[in-house]
């Protein structure tokens, strides 16, 4: 092993591989998730954990089957239950898979204000790089999918890597290679878009599941997990899943016009300085007379 693998270990108090080591690869990758399949055995969550070296959780039980009230920095992957209600009156349980969607334009990216924390690779994953983060959040407020988080012991952010480590190998992510049902698949970007609208056809044409469709939202350029669902007309019922995700215009602003707007403005005070210095000299205090050795 390495001393820059070891090094980010230290830093970032990463029990397993370092995440994003020597990705190379520019083909685009995808997870396809599809929800209709998908039992709730949470063999997904298992290997996600044993793959990334963290420790089991003490689990919660709030009346469902759901491992967790939702993920946390050391918590990347989670099955979420939800009890649904069908137009006939019948209650559904939809399931599905919580992790980082691996936007094409990340807002955590855009929010992130240190350079180096978070990177995008050619091949489309975003990771973490805990070694450059400070701590300060703001990829939260620039994620609308919520789901960097904050250790508080080494305050460092946290999120899924999409197992950039494997994919640099030529492997597929450790909750593919878990999965026992096909719910989940990995491949390129469009190869899963093709095999997730080919799932939605065959739901609405021989199951009757008109609302069946894929879930790509393009608020975002689209993402790197995509979900094939029973209704893609109401992704808000499958555990909060956004209808049209989008960065917030407050950090649009703030990482754009904003940026420019300030930078212009310290560009013009320095301007302004250098030329009253040529015009008018140095600022002498009234009642002050330099004499020889700096004293009045």
């Keep these: 092993m390495s001393q820059a693998t070891l090094a980010i270990r230290r830093i970032s108090g990463h029990a397993g591989p370092a995440p994003g080591a020597g990705v190379e690869r520019a083909e685009q990758v995808c997870k396809l998730v599809d929800t209709t399949t998908c039992i709730g055995c949470k063999a997904c969550e298992v290997a996600c954990l044993e793959w990334n070296g963290y420790a089991f959780s003490q689990t919660t039980f709030n009346n469902s089957y759901q491992t ?27 399931m599905r898979k919580d992790q980082c969607m691996h936007c094409a334009e990340p807002g955590c990216l855009a929010a992130c204000p240190a350079d180096g924390a978070i990177v995008q690779y050619t091949n489309g994953i975003v990771d973490f790089q805990q070694q450059n983060c400070i701590g300060c959040g703001y990829c939260v407020s620039g994620c609308p999918f919520d789901i960097p988080k904050f250790n508080s012991n080494t305050k460092k952010m946290f999120k899924c890597t999409l197992c950039s480590d494997r994919v640099s190998e030529g492997l597929e992510p450790a909750c593919i290679k878990s999965c026992p049902t096909g719910c989940l698949h990995f491949g390129t970007k469009d190869d899963m ?89 140095p600022k002498q205090v009234n009642g002050w007379k330099h004499k020889e050795g700096g004293k009045p």
């Design 68 to 94: 967790m009230p939702t993920t946390s920095w050391n918590y990347w992957n989670l099955i979420k239950f939800n009890e649904h209600e069908r137009e006939d009156g019948a209650l559904m349980l939809l």
């Design 193 to 281: 878009t093709f095999l997730a609208e080919k799932r939605a056809q065959q739901l609405r044409e021989n199951f009757g599941m008109e609302k069946a469709g894929v879930y790509d939202p393009q608020g975002v350029g689209g993402t790197g997990v995509i979900y094939v669902l029973h209704d893609v007309s109401n992704p808000e019922a499958y555990g909060g899943l956004p209808k049209d995700p989008y960065i917030p215009w407050v950090v649009q602003f703030w990482k754009g016009p904003a940026k420019w707007i300030g930078n212009l403005a310290m560009l013009g005070g320095i301007i302004g300085v250098t030329l009253h210095y040529l015009r008018f000299g």
